[in-house]
């Protein structure tokens, strides 16, 4: 009883104080406008127009929000206010440009205070030449060199999951499913761990995790955050026992330094002969399982959903996996060199992306005051790229709305208009990991499976990936005979 009084003590003492502080910021930018900002709307006072952003999402229209602001006030760039916090969106392929270009120079990274919060000694929070060496740590996990010999375990892995999780099943819910695919695949390629227990236990904790990443961080008791903030310390010390584990396995050359990306951070060295501390391992997987298990589930779930609705286009993709598993010998698994034969399914993959990115854009903050496109940028303002204001412009990509896998064919979109992974020294590290197990997913599920919508009028809803509100129920139809 006295806990909560004394929590709502500090939650109401909290409202206070941040009620002041926005009512004193969002009046003095309302009352005093600087003349040369870029024009827009900064909408209700906090609120500004947050309602508006999630309600385009909510109607599966995420583009919607960018696109006609761009119409309104300047196809290149115009201000909003979204969470409390006043931002400029960078518009077009020049405004990606501008962005992926400036970084270190113009604007840095930056990430909302729940992400740095919970993320603490990762990559999220590193910027300049030190953000550089722990890229590169990192990189040489995830780069083509590396995944070359990793894809027969995300095969094998995806062959046990859709053994215990599809077969046999004649309706199966495509998201939950997928979640639980892309969660078992980064503990087995992250950590090696495989006990189906051990996983779930793990996932819980992760979903909690994940529920606070992206919220209002306030560490109260009963809030998101504080959830996240508990779970992510839970899964930490998980994660610090395997490591020291794991060293004291290297020692004694009972592991592998290749076996998975914890042994990767264990013996890699930078700058100079450096080892990364046991909290910056920790953290930075963290980090990776983040930034990669919902984008890459979403990514597969919507590539499903066009399957079911494209008869033809799934023909195509079945097509040239039959091929390359009648070029193989029955058994094996699937090489670096298969994968590169998938160029309709990979492109496939690109076009879903297109319509419906995982994730919606990326935030900067300007780091000195600069000019762009004729408007005063102020040092500290935050800035955002957005997929919306390119992947929809029927000038870069005719009938926009429309699915056409062709337009990946050849040369490919226009520079900085395809950006599902944004681009420049921050753009997303697990991009060819991405696309792999997208690639081993889809060949094994074609080739087992062709599937119905059960619902083929759910929506899907942006929360804040592309999601089928009920989580995209199909009947499977499995083939007659399996290569
Ligand atoms: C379809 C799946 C994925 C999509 C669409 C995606 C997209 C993105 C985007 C848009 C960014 C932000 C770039 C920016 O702010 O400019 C990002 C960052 C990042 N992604 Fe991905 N991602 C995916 C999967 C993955 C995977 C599988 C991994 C790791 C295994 C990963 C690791 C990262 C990391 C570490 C960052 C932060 C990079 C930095 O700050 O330097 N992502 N991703």
Redo the contacts with the bound molecule.
């Keep these: 009883m006295q806990f909560t009084m004394f929590s709502a003590a500090i939650l109401v003492g909290g409202v206070c104080l941040l009620s002041y502080y926005v009512i004193i910021k969002t009046f003095k930018e309302r009352l005093s406008p600087n003349p040369h900002l870029p024009p827009g709307s900064l909408g209700w006072p906090f609120i500004g127009e947050t309602f508006e952003y999630l309600r385009t999402g909510v109607a599966g229209q995420h583009h919607r929000f960018v696109r006609d602001r761009m119409e309104k006030y300047d196809p290149q760039v115009f201000k909003t206010s979204l969470l409390g916090e006043s931002m400029i969106v960078f518009c077009g392929p020049a405004g990606n440009k501008f962005?992926?270009r400036n970084e270190n120079k113009l604007l840095k990274?930056w990430w909302p205070s729940s992400v740095r919060r919970l993320l603490k000694s990762s990559?999220?929070n590193m910027i300049g030449d030190e953000?550089k060496r722990m890229?590169s740590v990192?990189l040489t996990f995830?780069d083509p060199h590396a995944l070359e010999r990793n894809i027969e375990r995300m095969d094998l892995a995806t062959r046990d999951h859709i053994r215990t999780c599809w077969e046999g099943k004649q309706e199966v819910k495509v998201h939950p499913t997928v979640n639980v695919y892309t969660f078992e695949m980064?503990f087995r390629m992250f950590t090696s761990i495989e006990d189906c227990g051990h996983i779930l236990k793990l996932a819980a904790q992760f979903d909690i995790f994940l529920r606070g990443v992206i919220s209002f961080a306030i560490n109260i008791p009963g809030t998101r955050f504080h959830c996240a903030v508990k779970a992510a310390d839970a899964i930490r010390e998980e994660l610090r026992l395997l490591a020291r584990q794991r060293r004291e396995a290297l020692d004694k050359k009972m592991a592998s330094p290749t076996q998975d990306l914890l042994s990767h951070l264990l013996v890699t060295s930078y700058a100079g002969g450096k080892f990364l501390s046991e909290l910056e391992i920790v953290d930075n997987i963290l980090?990776?399982l983040f930034?990669?298990h919902d984008?890459?589930t979403?990514?597969i779930t919507c590539v499903m959903k066009y399957l079911a609705e494209l008869p033809e286009v799934y023909r195509m993709v079945l097509k040239e996996q039959l091929d390359i598993a009648k070029s193989k010998e029955p058994g094996v698994l699937l090489k670096w060199e298969d994968l590169q034969k998938m160029r309709y399914s990979s492109n496939v993959v690109s076009e879903v992306?297109r319509l419906l990115?995982?994730?919606r854009?990326?935030?900067?903050e300007a780091i000195v005051d600069f000019t762009y496109a004729g408007y005063t940028i102020p040092k500290g303002s935050k800035l955002i790229?957005d997929t919306g204001s390119t992947h929809m412009d029927p000038i870069l990509f005719p009938e926009a709305e429309e699915f056409d896998v062709s337009r990946f064919e050849g040369a490919g979109p226009a520079p900085n208009s395809y950006?599902?992974?944004?681009?420049?020294?921050?753009?997303?590290?697990?991009?060819v990991?991405?696309?792999a197990?997208?690639l081993v997913f889809l060949h094994n599920i074609v080739k087992r499976f062709e599937w119905d919508l059960s619902t083929p009028d759910e929506k899907l809803v942006y929360d804040p990936m592309p999601t089928p509100s009920q989580g995209l129920p199909v009947r499977l139809r499995p083939h007659q005979s399996s290569v």
């Design positions: 962005l992926f990274i990559l999220a953000a890229r990192l995830l980064a980090l990776l930034a990669s984008t890459t979403s990514a992306m990115p995982p994730v854009g990326g935030f900067r790229w950006v599902p992974f944004g681009g420049g020294p921050r753009m997303c590290m697990g991009n990991y991405a696309r197990q997208i």
